[in-house]
């Protein structure tokens, strides 16, 4: 196994507050590599911290040999990494194909089949690729964000829970789409729907309380009622699985 991005024993305060305390996750190349964890537990904040947005007052943050923790998110991004935030911005009053066209700074030939890559990829993306992104559903809009990171071909991709606010269907979909992407990339994927994570996850990374407490095989977590009851407070029977 061989890890692209090692971050080890991270701690990162907001303000007064500490935020991160004992943070540690390590990403496996073409892998969905999830991140569990109550609300407030620190998923966000881990990755903001990754991208640079939050400075890190202790820990290391290693992508293959370069040490990201002194870069500037600017910098971070083009090592390669591609960041979908919790609530994505989009441009409202332009259409699909123009949002991923300006998430493309450096178009070229390929340009045209990048485009057609995310369609195939979301074909309930195309349906609406020339309209006004302000008025594409939920579901929709979390799949423009998700390729207009993608677009880009980054070599690794975090991704802020993706299905908040979606219908089980489209949930599905999202699914979908990051088990196609895997091959081609590799994933961190925050989440609160625990099935969509136990269905695509590879790894799992368990914060509580700005600290790493579980790492692991996903399917080993997800088969163990002792370790869900321990580490999510999640009982196996549990029939809809929203929310930790
Ligand atoms: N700007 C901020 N100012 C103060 N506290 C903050 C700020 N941002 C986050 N926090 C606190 O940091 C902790 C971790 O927040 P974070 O958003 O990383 O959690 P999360 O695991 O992503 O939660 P959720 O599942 O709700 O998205 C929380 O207690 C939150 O209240
Ligand atoms: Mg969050």
Redesign the pocket.
Known sequence: MEALLEVKDLYAN??Q?S?LQGVSLSVQKNAINVIL??????????L?TIMGYVRPLKGTIQLDSTNLSNLTTYQIARKGIGYMP?DANIFANLTVEENLLISMPNREARTAKRLSDMRDLFPDLTVAWNRQAGTLSGGQRQMMALASVLVSQPNLVLI??PSKGLSPLLVERIGDALVQLRTETTIVL?E?NFFLAKRTGDYVTV?DD?QTVYTGDMQALASSEDLLQHYLGLQLQTKDGMGL
């Open positions: 907001i303000g507050f935020i964890g109550r609300n407030g537990a620190g998923k966000s904040t881990t903001r919790e802020d829970e925050v609160q914060l700005g």
